[in-house]
């Protein structure tokens, strides 16, 4: 039987052990509109803009405790009874079966609605599928049967159930409509007595339209608040069953292919196909840029976009990089992976500390260099492990000296401060992480370049326009009073639609490279 749905006090059940900057909680905070009236108008006018029902698996699992006497009590899997329950076998991420795992107890009712045909790629958690919705709706969906395909493989082209608008050309052609394409993050939920705060990407929330207290991946509550914004991938909706999350969103960067209207889905069969997003990533190749000016401020200007709307909300994405922006064929961006997100209602802008880690040693500033300058210099290799440095320092300064080192870098191929010149071994200080540990090289490499950071001038390529260098001058200063804040970058003219003007076959995306 199914039990009703009680609700949990997490401050209550955390108690001392909750820490204030948890992303969660600041959150579930502006949800609640225990905030400032400007941040909450802006936090309920994007929330009511998102799903209103947007946790959809309805498929009930056991949450209580095991008997003789009475069959176990039943609920969703997204509810505090379900988090609570032991589960002393949950899966790990690092299972060489984990894949397996998602298909073999994929929710229903998403199975129902979408056909998971290809591979896009992979996040900071999780994997992601590529998925088109079922036309027409299926009755036999064949769940389990091994071999059997999704039941729209064929049927939608030849169905004239399902039209377009009836302004739409296609309604009165009887050209039914493709399907909707979707992308589906799936990963391993975190149940509160599981992971705790060890992997703290569950988040408290509250249903727009019943108000019911859901316990959903940060990752998916974020993503329902950026609805509004092209910047974003657009989610759809979330499937929380036994112990995996599916988040549902659009797909738009993915490259189009007839393959997507037709592949069929092998039942409880990983797919094989690789339909792959274009990122930040293939826009430069061994210290050599891919696109012009023009397009380097067309992408960089979306993704000043993107974070002027998260910080909006006081939220800064936790992982922004290359491998973390989108790219269609047009140059339209769009930030992904909110698995990481720092949100700054409770704790404030103003931290002590900087986590360095050393595959971002590309992302070191003058503060930080002074720092490992001053408090290490007896064991100078040290610098290069993952550590915290003792650094007071505004979050803000930080993640926008951080997009200036990623528009550096896609108008010169290469990092700020770095060498122009190939390394012998084609690495460069984006990949120093590969590099060998007791590689003498790597750290002359890297100490050089934290020299230059604190003592010489910004080098900047001579043929970029005057506006583009002042916007590089005032993102990267080395003095930490000459950078600019959000307010002023916003209104520099590179960031004004200075590609605007600029023929459409100027924005186009440069080939894929393998």
Known sequence: MEDYEEELNLDEW???????????????TMLKGDVGPELQRIVMRRRLAGPQILSRCNDLERVGPLTLLHPPEKGRADTCRYHLLSHSDFPDDNDPNIEKMYFDKMCPDMAKRLAIYGKIGKGTFGRIYAAREIIPPPTDIGIGSGASTDSDSGSWLNSMGVLTGATDPRANSGIPRAPRQFAIKMELQCPLRVHGFARAHTCEYREVATASQRFLPVEAVILQLLTQCDRFPTIDSIYVHKEFASIVMSADSVDDSPLRETLPQLRNAIPTHSFPGYNGEQLTRLKRTRVSEIQACKIASHLLEAIVYLMDMKMVHGDLSHRNYLVDKNLNAQLIDFGAVYAAERGGWMTNQYGYIEAFEYFVNPEIALAFATTDLKEPMKTVSDSMVSLDHDIRVQYLWK???????????YSPWETPERQPNLGDIKTLYAWQDDDEEKFHYLYDRRLRIMNEELPIDERLSQDCVDALRHLLARDESNRMEMEELQRLPWFQGHW???????LKRPPRVD
Request: proline residues 6%; negative net charge; without cysteine.
């Open 500 to 506: 605007v003007d600029h023929p459409s076959s100027e």
């Open 403 to 413: 997009f200036g080192v990623l528009v550096y870098d896609l108008l010169h191929g």
């Open 14 to 28: 955390y108690g001392f052990r909750r820490p204030d900057d948890d992303v969660g909680r600041s959150i579930i």
